[in-house]
Every structure is written in structure tokens, then in C-alpha cells.
């Protein structure tokens, strides 16, 4: 690996100056060395011209590599491949978005070594062929379906590899052109029968969130907001978390602002459970589908609950 970062100090004893030694206990002094180490390996990650494997982080960090990746999953909510994939995967798209610039060169840029390994994992890390996302998703083919549920219209989309969106409003052809927002070059066609089932078993979901749903997602998003995402899916229903608390959770106690942003960046309402994210003082905040829709899930959910003790 890329020594381009030095590896963290094990011993603590950084953190120890910057906290009084009597009011610090030793969970906290391990928490604080496991959000260090994490914070590192990130930056190490990001760094690095190839993503580094787990043996080599580990050794750099001193952890046998199981110790180092339970510690860095439980600080990020994401496995170190998977934060490097996520992280690769955004900055393709920075260099896609970008004017003028060429395929092969932001996938070299993006960190792939050579194109035939960008394109072993091409579906994994933009959901369709590079050429195809610069187009905004030309040659994507995606399924969609609009429907009433309690809430409101929701409209369900499905790509190959997952669903895409879940998206809940007041007037169905508004919900019809956020996805098109969303993917202004792709293929757009109406589900069929067989799609119509799908849309049954989301709107089922939505209906009560603790039946689960057992579906495979095509989560599209920054490495920070596939962190923030995780997090909200750990988030039992009929509970609740504030911001600082996600922030927390994945590493980053300061960004909470951040947290809202990314929940706001959600297109999979009730899959990805933003709405379960409050304020610190419990009340109930913004939500990209509506305020009291958000009340009502999460009345629903505490509800749920409550009947099932």
C-alpha cells in the first residue's frame, strides 16, 4: 500500500492530550482510538492509487485483519471494500460529470488499473455502462409503476440490479417526473403484470415496515451517504435516532448537517428509513416526502410495536 499516511497511534496516547486523564474511562479511550483508526483507514483508502487490501491496512494499523475489520465495519457501516468500492464509485462520477472528460480516462482516474477491471464491475459501481451514466442513464432500461397507498401516490422503479426508487407525494405525474429527473436518458417503461406484484409487495412494506422486504436495492449514492444509509437501516422500526446520533454512529460526531443532507439524497423512502431520524430534543424534522407523512410512519411503527408486547 501507498504509505501516504502515517499509521495511527495505537498507544491512545494523542487523544489522551487532548482529554483530561481523570474523567477519561478506558470504553472511551478505546472508543476514541476506533474512531481514530477508522478516520485513518479512510483517509488511506481515499489516498491510495489501487484501494489497498484488508491484509495490508491491518498490518499498517497493527490489528490481525479480522480485529481491524469488525472495528472499522462498526465505526463506518461499511466493510473496507466496500468503502473503497463506494468511494471509487463517486469519484467516476465526478469525472464523468465533468465536461470533456473521457471514459477511460476517469475510469484510470477513479482508480481502476486497467478498463476490463472497471468493466468486470460495471453494474456494481454505476448501475450501467460509463458512457451510458454520462448520457444520464441513455441505455438503462427501468421498470416503473404507479400506485395509491396510505400515504399517498407512490411510485416503485426497478433496474437490473435492484430497486431504484421509492418514492412517495400527492400527484402521481409529479412522482413521474422526479424519476425522470433521475434518470433523464434512461429507458423508462410501465410494469406489467408482473411488475404490478413488485409495486403489491412495496406497498405492503410501506403499509407495516416490520414486515421487512425482501428485495434487493440499487443503492446509489456518495461513500458518506451510503455510511448514513447503513446506518438508517440499523435503525429498528418504532425507534428513533437524532442526526448527531448517525453522525456519531458512523465516525463523524460533527456532521450532522451532513446526515440531513444525505437523508435528504434518499430516493428509497421507507427502505432507506429516513424518516426515522428526529432532532436532538425528539422533535419531528424535515422529510423529503413531507413532515406528516413522517409523523404518520412513525406513529404507525410505534404503534406496531406497542401491540406486539
Request: proline letters at 5%.
Amino acid at each position: 500500500m501507498n504509505a501516504l499516511f502515517p499509521a495511527p497511534d495505537k498507544s491512545g496516547a494523542g487523544d489522551a492530550r487532548r482529554q483530561d486523564p481523570h474523567t477519561r474511562t478506558p470504553r472511551a479511550a478505546a472508543q476514541a482510538r476506533h474512531a481514530a483508526l477508522a478516520a485513518w483507514a479512510c483517509r488511506a483508502i481515499e489516498s491510495a492509487s489501487t484501494p489497498p487490501s484488508l491484509d495490508e491496512l491491518a498490518a499498517q494499523a497493527g490489528l490481525s485483519p479480522y480485529h481491524f475489520h469488525r472495528v472499522f465495519k462498526a465505526e463506518t457501516g461499511l466493510t473496507p471494500k466496500a468503502y473503497a468500492a463506494a468511494f471509487r464509485a463517486r469519484r467516476l462520477r465526478e469525472a464523468l460529470d465533468a465536461a470533456g472528460g473521457s471514459v477511460t480516462k476517469a475510469i484510470y482516474d477513479a482508480g481502476f488499473n486497467s478498463s476490463s477491471r472497471y468493466y468486470e464491475t460495471a453494474g456494481q459501481v454505476l448501475g450501467m455502462r460509463a458512457r451510458d451514466y454520462r448520457a444520464g442513464g441513455a441505455g438503462a432500461v427501468i421498470r416503473f409503476a404507479v400506485g395509491q397507498c396510505a400515504l399517498g401516490a407512490i411510485l416503485v422503479a426497478q433496474s437490473r440490479l435492484g430497486l431504484c426508487a421509492i418514492l412517495l407525494g400527492d400527484d402521481p405525474d409529479r412522482l413521474v417526473r422526479d424519476l425522470q429527473d433521475q434518470f433523464p436518458r434512461a429507458e423508462l417503461i410501465g410494469g406489467d403484470a408482473g411488475f404490478e406484484r413488485l409495486v403489491a409487495q412495496v406497498v405492503g412494506f410501506v403499509e407495516a415496515p416490520a414486515i421487512g422486504l425482501d428485495l434487493p436495492l440499487d443503492v446509489r449514492g456518495t461513500a458518506f451517504q451510503q455510511r448514513v444509509w447503513q446506518a438508517l437501516r440499523e435503525i429498528p422500526p418504532g425507534a428513533t435516532a437524532s442526526y448527531a446520533e448517525i453522525a456519531s454512529r458512523i465516525g463523524a460526531p460533527k456532521a450532522a448537517r451532513a446526515v440531513a443532507r444525505a437523508c435528504g439524497a434518499n430516493s428509497l423512502a421507507v427502505a432507506i428509513p429516513c424518516h426515522r431520524i428526529v432532532r436532538r430534543d425528539g422533535d419531528v424534522s424535515g422529510y423529503r416526502w413531507g413532515v406528516e407523512r413522517k409523523r404518520e410512519l412513525l406513529r404507525r411503527e410505534k404503534a406496531e410495536q406497542q401491540a406486539r408486547k
